[in-house]
């Protein structure tokens, strides 16, 4: 009665990776319980994701082919682009987020296009602006009702606005990574989406980790770009950034990222019997809310909603409520 937070379904966000190809549902080997999945079988995945009550999914591609300038992650036939056209029939309820970024989709897997003296870390921003800006369009086009840019690279949400504006594309929510730190916490991302860098790092656009004031600055410049919602990520190595950042900007929703590295973490202690998994998950999910998070992306979102809705008989209802 007395509880302050509340894990509620209505704050989750499902990460989903489509794969090109048919009938394909492979496990990732550091993410247990999360899979590579071809469209058809990502479309059952999301009719399973409306019915349990989860609002939204963000949407991840791995291409058909790689090449310099990323030119799927833009194409109007690209594997995510597809994969939204495909879910949107299909389970027209849920939010479509998705992710805009060129490393899945570069054969150096940098998130920008790096400059002509190919130096590492080096990126052309303003170049890779125009790229970004193109994939949004054509994510926007295919049936996404949010585009979240998680490049981190100066300008992107005023590219993106400005792009969407052109095209009378003007309903669309613009979620920023605003605060994405050069985190070891992305390692089995970057294995699930195959883009890990080929060169250099990403400490040149993404956030260093000691840095906390710097975050509010850049959700700052974000909202001024046109952000509708923000987010900081990862999640609990950053709650204080979390925090700082809903102190700040009270009305503006906010996300948190529980990446793939927490999420490994969790379930290799769960696998090991070191860590009661339920309890350690519904814990770290809580704590992020009570830091101020408004919504959480996390690969246990499904879990979650059966744990929460198992606690509780006369609670389910008001937890769950599947269609
Ligand atoms: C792409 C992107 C990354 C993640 C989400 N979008 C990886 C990165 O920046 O290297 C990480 C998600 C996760 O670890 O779960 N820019």
Request: hydrophobic share 45%; glycine share 8%; proline share 6%.
């Amino acid at each position: 009665m007395v509880r302050e937070t509340r894990l509620h379904v209505d704050g989750l966000i499902y990460p989903v990776f489509v794969v090109p190809g048919a009938d394909v549902h492979e496990e990732i080997p550091s993410m247990p319980g999360v899979f590579h999945q071809s469209i058809d079988r990502l479309v059952e995945d999301a009719r399973e994701v409306a019915d349990l009550g989860i609002p939204a999914m963000l949407l991840f591609g791995l291409p058909h082919a790689k090449d310099w300038e990323g030119s799927e992650a833009w194409a109007s036939d690209g594997i995510v682009q597809e994969a939204l056209r495909a879910i949107k029939h299909a389970a027209p309820s849920l939010v479509l987020i998705a992710d805009t970024c060129l490393c899945e989709y570069t054969s150096h897997g940098h998130c920008g296009i790096p400059g002509p003296d190919g130096q590492p870390g080096f990126i052309d921003n303003d170049r890779s602006l125009e790229l970004i800006a193109r994939a949004a369009v054509a994510q926007v086009e295919a049936g996404a009702d949010v585009v979240a840019p998680s490049d981190m690279l100066d300008g992107r949400v005023r590219a993106i606005r400005a792009a969407l504006d052109a095209r009378g594309l003007v309903d669309t929510v613009i979620l920023s990574y605003a605060a994405k730190y050069a985190s070891a916490f992305y390692g089995p991302f970057r294995e699930a989406a195959d883009s890990a860098p080929q060169f250099g790092d990403r400490r040149g656009y993404q956030m260093d980790p000691p840095n906390g004031r710097e975050a509010v600055r850049e959700v700052s410049y974000d909202l001024a770009e046109g952000a509708d919602m923000v987010m900081v990520k990862p999640a609990l190595p950053y709650l204080d950034v979390v925090h700082a950042v809903k102190t700040a900007y009270p009305d503006v929703p906010l996300a948190a990222y529980n990446v793939s590295g927490e999420y490994a973490m969790l379930k290799a202690a769960a696998a090991n019997g070191w860590l009661d998994e339920r309890r350690a998950v519904l814990e770290a999910l809580t704590s992020i809310a009570r830091a101020g998070a408004d919504m959480t992306i996390t690969y246990y979102a499904k879990d979650v909603v059966r744990w929460l809705s198992s606690e509780s008989h006369v609670a389910s209802d008001a937890v769950a409520s599947p269609r």
